[in-house]
């Protein structure tokens, strides 16, 4: 049996794919808004985490 026969007898299967994308689209929304409204002083620490000043020569 193929995997898509599973799926035909799952009843309302078709609501799957239009509720994951709907909380994709919502998880990117908000995290747009937040790294457009982030404090750029906390971005620039973040950013400098990884290389600590004066080690990313």
Known sequence: MKFIHYLETITG??????????????????????????????????KQIPFPEGENE
């Open 13 to 46: 299967v078709g609501i799957y794919p239009l509720t994951s994308l709907t909380m994709f689209f919502l998880f990117f929304a908000v995290v747009s808004t937040w790294a457009y409204k982030a404090d750029k002083k906390y971005i620039n620490t973040m």
